[in-house]
């Protein structure tokens, strides 16, 4: 994680953002979270919105935070490069599985400002957005996660239970908290049913047929197709 906050990100706005626009970004926001409202007021971003727009607002100030943020560490590997987000059933449990990972992270590191970007979990997973629609979806109704009206992603109390609680249970889970954001490492999903467990299995897994032999050594599957007379 940055040591820093990324003023860009929370800001939603690129690096190369002109003066102008940093400054109305600031006053739309400002007005959306200042404390005195009382329906979006939030007084803990609206003190690392101040904090940004201090620092991006002033040149030098700002020269120098970008050159900080320059010099941090390169880009982790995306998790795709190690966990299997292709399988059918397998891939989409390890995507809900890494979704929590990382949003895990970021309010571990930043509590007050927990959220994510749909851009950011797509460039950290390295998977494209348009196949996280059902993951996010089922987390979000388990109430794992929240997502904002602007996309952004938060990892509520219960994401943080289950993700605490589970660990020990599910190998990937543990791989992707040891490994941060995208230590090189290998193997790939180990079951986590943890994700789909509810009183009423949302995924269940098909029939094994049974075998009947007859008589003559032949052998039919029970519940293949109807009875047949003899």
């Known amino acids: 994680m940055m040591e820093i906050p ?7 706005i690129s690096p190369n953002a002109d003066p102008d626009t940093i400054h109305r970004v600031y006053r739309f926001l400002a007005v959306r ?3 005195d409202n009382p329906d979006t007021g939030d007084a803990q971003k609206f003190f690392l919105l101040t904090q940004a727009y201090d620092v991006l607002s002033n040149p030098e100030r700002r020269a120098e935070y970008d050159a900080t943020r320059k010099n941090e560490a390169s880009p982790p590997v995306p998790l ?7 399988d059918n059933m397998e891939g989409e449990l390890n995507r809900r599985l890494a979704l929590l990972a990382v949003l895990y992270f970021q309010r571990r590191a930043n509590p007050y400002a927990p959220e994510v970007s749909l851009l950011d979990i797509e460039r950290r997973m ?3 957005r348009d196949y996280l629609e059902f993951t996010a979806w089922y987390l979000r109704n ?13 990892l509520t ?25 995208g230590a ?7 079951a986590p049913k943890a994700l789909t467990s509810s009183p009423t299995p949302i995924i269940v897994p098909p029939p094994t047929p049974v075998d009947v032999t007859d008589g003559n050594g032949a052998s039919e599957g029970i519940g293949t197709h109807g009875n047949d007379d003899a």
Do not use: C
């Open 157 to 181: 109390v219960e994401g943080v239970d289950f993700v605490e609680a589970q660990r020990v249970n599910i190998p990937v889970l543990d791989k992707l908290l040891t490994a941060g954001k």
């Open 33 to 35: 979270i200042h404390p």
């Open 142 to 154: 388990k109430g794992y996660i929240t997502r904002a009206d602007n996309s952004d992603f938060t």
């Open 6 to 12: 990324d003023y860009y990100e929370f800001l939603q």
């Open 80 to 86: 795709s490069t190690w966990v299997d987000f292709m």
């Open 126 to 128: 390295g998977f494209p």
């Open 184 to 190: 090189s490492t290998t193997g790939g999903a180990a």
